[in-house]
């Protein structure tokens, strides 16, 4: 009995989150993107890296609580926010999270991600990086 609900909660747990990613075809690669919510609790913002010029700023998780696997990072995911010229939205977004609130935010796998199923949809991170997504240089937060 024990084995076929090691079984059941590990295909609900492939299936929820391949639910979740987008696949966006790019001109040379597909990019994967996702919503993810950052639940009270259930992360940090790296005080020490702060809410650097260009609005970058990183969120740590620890990684039993990312729905995709990256078995060579050993304690977080660091989510990145990279620089751009807008700051405005990514401040909001900075405050929010140093308040510790739940934040539904839109996560950009490339260019760290193996495709291991194509599928049904499965994924893992090389690296303990993933990045908020961007378009046209500044944070997009829709699939």
């Known amino acids: 009995m024990n084995r076929n609900l090691i079984i059941f909660v590990l295909l609900f747990a492939t299936v929820s989150y391949a639910e979740l990613i987008k696949v966006n075809p790019g001109k040379y690669f597909d990019y994967y993107h996702m919503q993810y919510e950052l639940k009270s609790g259930?992360?940090?913002v790296n005080k020490n890296y702060g809410f650097n010029q260009g609005?970058?700023?990183e969120v740590l998780?620890?990684?039993q609580f990312f729905p995709?696997?990256?078995p060579n990072c050993k304690k977080n995911?660091?989510?990145r926010m990279p620089a751009s010229d807008t700051e405005e939205q990514k401040k909001a977004l900075y405050e929010k999270l140093m308040a510790g609130?739940?934040?539904v935010v839109t996560l950009e796998l490339n260019p760290y991600v193996n495709i291991i199923n194509e599928s049904p949809l499965k994924l893992e991170l090389q690296y303990c990086n993933v990045f908020f997504r961007q378009k046209l240089?500044?944070?997009y937060?829709?699939?």
């Open 68 to 70: 995709i696997s990256a």
């Open 77 to 79: 995911i660091i989510i």
């Open 101 to 103: 609130k739940s934040v």
């Open 55 to 57: 609005g970058q700023f």
């Open 141 to 143: 937060d829709r699939l």
């Open 137 to 139: 240089g500044n944070y």
């Open 61 to 63: 998780v620890p990684k």
């Open 42 to 44: 259930e992360y940090t």
